[in-house]
C-alpha cells in the first residue's frame, strides 16, 4: 500500500460504509528503534523513529455509546459498548477495546464514534502495528469526547491497554514514539521520566527497514522469560531496575548471577550505555560511530540477550555486507521480524537491491524492504476548520 494514498482510500471507504464523508481522520504511526533494545522495560533509554507507516482512522461521533469500527484490512466489524466492555474473539478489536478500557478506568468519560480503520505497518514485523492502532485510537476518543492530548499520558494509557487488557508485557517505547514522533527526528526516550530529547539523523542518511519474513508473537514465553531475568538481576543489584547498573558496577559485581542472568544483565548495561552514546553521535552528526553502535548492538542481542534467529543474523549480514551501510542490527523483541540499518543516502538504491538479492538466495525468503521517513506522531489529519476537532 502506497501510504501516501491512504487518506483518500479511508476517506472513501468511510463514505461508502456510512454514507458520508468523514469529519475526522486520525493516524498514528509505527516505529523503528535505532538502538535500545530490551532496555525499555528495564527503565532505560531508547532510540527510536516513528516511520511513514501508520494506523488511520476515519472517523464520527455517535449520540450513544456505542462503537462500531469496521477493519478494511481484515473486512470485518467490531461493535461494542463503552458501558459493558468485555473480551471477545477479534483480537484486533482487543486493541481499541483496551484503550477505551484504559481511559475510562483513568476517569476520562468517552463518547461513542463509528468508523473504518486501516493501516499499512507491517503485522508481527517488530515495528509497532499494535502500538500505532492503540494511539490513533487514543486520538479518536480524545478528538471525539474533547479530552486533552497529553502524549506521555496517552501512551502510558495505551501501554496499560496493552499490559493489562491485551495481555502483552511490553514497556512503554512503542506507544510514547507512536504519541510523540516529530518529523524528521529520532526520539531519546528516558523510560523512567518520559522525558524526551529530539535527536536528528545524520546527514545524508537514511533508515532502512529490511523485513526477514519472520514472524513471532510477543504473547509467549519468551519475552516474559528474559523480563522476568532481568528483574531477578536487578534484585541482585539491590537496585529498582537495570538502569541503575553502570558498566563498571556489572563488571565488578557480576560474579554472582548464574551464567545465563548474567549475559541477559550485561546485554541491558552495554546497551544502555550504547543507546546514549547513540545520541550524542546523531547530534554530531558522526554516521560512523552511530553505525559502530548498532553493529554493537545487535551482536550483543545475538550472543548475550539470544533474541535473534537465522534470519535476522543472515539479514544483518547481508546489509553489513552492501554498499553505503553504516551499521545494521535487529530491530523489536526479536525472533523474527525486521532488522534495521543506517546507509548513506547516495548508495540506498545499490544497497536495497543487493540485500535483497542476497538474502533471497541464501534464505530462500523474499524479504520486504522499506526506505523509511521520520514522521510525527499521533494526530488528527483532517484538516482543523474542516473537523471542527
Same mark, same amino acid.
Given at each position: 500500500?502506497?501510504?501516501?494514498?491512504?487518506?483518500?482510500?479511508?476517506?472513501?471507504?468511510?463514505?461508502?460504509?456510512?454514507?458520508?464523508?468523514?469529519?475526522?481522520?486520525?493516524?498514528?504511526?509505527?516505529?523503528?528503534?535505532?538502538?535500545?533494545?530490551?532496555?525499555?522495560?528495564?527503565?532505560?533509554?531508547?532510540?527510536?523513529?516513528?516511520?511513514?507507516?501508520?494506523?488511520?482512522?476515519?472517523?464520527?461521533?455517535?449520540?450513544?455509546?456505542?462503537?462500531?469500527?469496521?477493519?478494511?484490512?481484515?473486512?470485518?466489524?467490531?461493535?461494542?459498548?463503552?458501558?459493558?466492555?468485555?473480551?471477545?474473539?477479534?483480537?484486533?478489536?482487543?486493541?481499541?477495546?483496551?484503550?477505551?478500557?484504559?481511559?475510562?478506568?483513568?476517569?476520562?468519560? =468517552?463518547?461513542?464514534?463509528?468508523? &473504518? /480503520?486501516?493501516? #499499512?505497518?507491517?503485522?508481527?514485523? !517488530? *515495528?509497532?502495528? @499494535? +502500538?500505532?492502532?492503540?494511539?490513533?485510537?487514543?486520538?479518536?476518543?480524545?478528538?471525539?469526547?474533547?479530552?486533552?492530548?497529553?502524549?506521555?499520558?496517552?501512551?502510558?494509557?495505551?501501554?496499560?491497554?496493552?499490559?493489562?487488557?491485551?495481555?502483552?508485557?511490553?514497556?512503554?517505547?512503542?506507544?510514547?514514539?507512536?504519541?510523540?514522533?516529530?518529523?524528521?527526528?529520532?526520539?531519546?526516550?528516558?523510560?523512567?521520566?518520559?522525558?524526551?530529547?529530539?535527536?536528528? =539523523?545524520?546527514?545524508?542518511?537514511? &533508515? /532502512?527497514?529490511? #523485513?526477514?519474513?519472520?514472524?513471532? !508473537? *510477543?504473547?509467549? @514465553? +519468551?519475552?516474559?522469560?528474559?523480563?522476568?531475568?532481568?528483574?531477578?538481576?536487578?534484585?541482585?543489584?539491590?537496585?529498582?531496575?537495570?538502569?541503575?547498573?553502570?558498566?563498571?558496577?556489572?563488571?565488578?559485581?557480576?560474579?554472582?548471577?548464574?551464567?545465563?542472568?548474567?549475559?541477559?544483565?550485561?546485554?541491558?548495561?552495554?546497551?544502555?550505555?550504547?543507546?546514549?552514546?547513540?545520541?550524542?553521535?546523531?547530534?554530531?552528526?558522526?554516521?560512523?560511530?552511530?553505525?559502530?553502535?548498532?553493529?554493537?548492538?545487535?551482536?550483543?542481542?545475538?550472543?548475550?540477550?539470544?533474541?535473534?534467529?537465522?534470519?535476522?543474523?543472515?539479514?544483518?549480514?547481508?546489509?553489513?555486507?552492501?554498499?553505503?551501510?553504516?551499521?545494521?542490527?535487529?530491530?523489536?523483541?526479536?525472533?523474527?521480524?525486521?532488522?534495521?540499518?543506517?546507509?548513506?543516502?547516495?548508495?540506498?538504491?545499490?544497497?536495497?537491491?543487493?540485500?535483497?538479492?542476497?538474502?533471497?538466495?541464501?534464505?530462500?525468503?523474499?524479504?520486504?524492504?522499506?526506505?523509511?521517513?521520520?514522521?510525527?506522531?499521533?494526530?488528527?489529519?483532517?484538516?482543523?476548520?474542516?473537523?471542527?476537532?
Amino acid at each position: 500500500m502506497n501510504s501516501s494514498n491512504v487518506p483518500q482510500r479511508i476517506t472513501a471507504a468511510f463514505t461508502e460504509h456510512f454514507g458520508a464523508p468523514p469529519p475526522l481522520v486520525v493516524r498514528a504511526p509505527g516505529r523503528v528503534n535505532l538502538i535500545g533494545e530490551h532496555t525499555d522495560y528495564n527503565d532505560g533509554f531508547v532510540l527510536p523513529m516513528a516511520i511513514d507507516r501508520a494506523a488511520w482512522i476515519a472517523l464520527r461521533p455517535r449520540a450513544d455509546q456505542q462503537v462500531i469500527i469496521h477493519s478494511l484490512d481484515l473486512a470485518q466489524t467490531a461493535v461494542f459498548d463503552l458501558c459493558h466492555l468485555t473480551h471477545d474473539n477479534q483480537k484486533w478489536a482487543e486493541y481499541i477495546k483496551g484503550v477505551a478500557w484504559a481511559l475510562q478506568t483513568a476517569g476520562h468519560k =468517552l463518547c461513542g464514534w463509528e468508523g &473504518v /480503520v486501516t493501516g #499499512d505497518v507491517p503485522i508481527g514485523a !517488530g *515495528l509497532s502495528s @499494535s +502500538a500505532a492502532l492503540e494511539m490513533a485510537t487514543a486520538r479518536a476518543f480524545a478528538a471525539v469526547a474533547r479530552l486533552p492530548w497529553d502524549a506521555p499520558t496517552m501512551a502510558q494509557l495505551g501501554q496499560r491497554a496493552e499490559n493489562e487488557w491485551v495481555g502483552v508485557n511490553c514497556g512503554i517505547m512503542d506507544q510514547m514514539i507512536s504519541a510523540a514522533g516529530k518529523e524528521g527526528h529520532a526520539l531519546l526516550i528516558d523510560c523512567r521520566a518520559l522525558a524526551t530529547e529530539l535527536v536528528p =539523523l545524520p546527514r545524508d542518511t537514511v &533508515v /532502512v527497514v529490511l #523485513d526477514t519474513a519472520t514472524r513471532r !508473537g *510477543l504473547v509467549d @514465553s +519468551a519475552y516474559n522469560e528474559r523480563r522476568r531475568q532481568c528483574e531477578v538481576a536487578a534484585e541482585y543489584f539491590g537496585v529498582r531496575a537495570l538502569r541503575d547498573v553502570d558498566v563498571v558496577q556489572f563488571e565488578a559485581c557480576a560474579e554472582g548471577l548464574d551464567p545465563v542472568t548474567r549475559r541477559r544483565a550485561r546485554h541491558v548495561v552495554g546497551e544502555n550505555d550504547r543507546t546514549r552514546a547513540a545520541a550524542i553521535a546523531m547530534a554530531r552528526g558522526d554516521a560512523v560511530r552511530l553505525g559502530e553502535l548498532i553493529n554493537e548492538s545487535h551482536n550483543s542481542l545475538r550472543d548475550d540477550f539470544e533474541v535473534t534467529n537465522t534470519e535476522l543474523n543472515v539479514m544483518v549480514e547481508c546489509a553489513r555486507r552492501a554498499p553505503g551501510c553504516y551499521g545494521a542490527r535487529m530491530t523489536g523483541a526479536g525472533f523474527g521480524g525486521c532488522a534495521v540499518a543506517l546507509v548513506a543516502l547516495p548508495a540506498v538504491e545499490e544497497f536495497v537491491s543487493q540485500v535483497k538479492s542476497v538474502y533471497v538466495k541464501t534464505t530462500r525468503r523474499d524479504s520486504q524492504i522499506y526506505v523509511c521517513r521520520a514522521t510525527n506522531g499521533a494526530e488528527i489529519v483532517t484538516p482543523q476548520h474542516e473537523s471542527g476537532y
